[in-house]
């Protein structure tokens, strides 16, 4: 019973991680290049309305349920380092808690919330935008591979443990 519990929680960490990665992906890939080739003033709206929408119950779910889900699983392996598939569960809470999560919470939000605070049609505004069009993807590069890295790990673990 317990082992199909935890299996079922791996299976879940699959699935969220892979959201997760998929999300951070078409912003690193499409979004932000997409905004980047917009006027400066209908980039920062767009982008501020981006944020104000994003904190939704479906996203919230998928995103603070991972860091749940990750630190459960992660600590099931550290207690039974011995069972199949341990090291990809350590590995997978590694990947997205400190590398989708914390450089949320660290890096992007702080910067999301620079970005609430101006004016979209104001000079600072069009000034923040280029820096902060600089500075926001390459921790959402981050975000993306930390997430496609715990995708990998969690869908290991899941086939030694399933």
Not at 110 to 132: F, H, I, K, R
Request: glycine share 8%.
């Amino acid at each position: 019973m317990i082992a199909t519990l935890f299996s079922v929680l791996t299976f879940l960490a699959v699935i969220g991680s892979g959201l997760a990665a998929g999300l951070f992906f078409i912003f690193s890939n499409t979004i932000m290049a997409s905004f980047a080739r917009l006027p400066a003033a209908q980039g920062i709206a767009t982008m501020q309305q981006i944020n104000l929408t994003i904190i939704n119950p479906a996203f919230m779910a998928v995103f603070m349920g991972m860091v749940v889900l990750a630190l459960v699983l992660g600590g099931k392996a550290l207690l039974g380092w011995s069972e199949a598939g341990a090291g990809w569960l350590i590995a997978g809470a590694v990947a997205y808690v400190v590398g989708c999560f914390l450089v949320t919470i660290i890096f992007n939000v702080p910067l999301n919330d620079q970005l609430a605070a101006v004016d979209p049609s104001s000079a600072e505004g069009a000034a923040l935008w280029a820096t902060y069009l600089s500075d926001w993807l390459p921790w959402n590069h981050v975000r993306t591979v930390a997430s496609m890295i715990s995708l990998g790990a969690f869908a290991m673990a899941f086939a030694r443990t399933a």
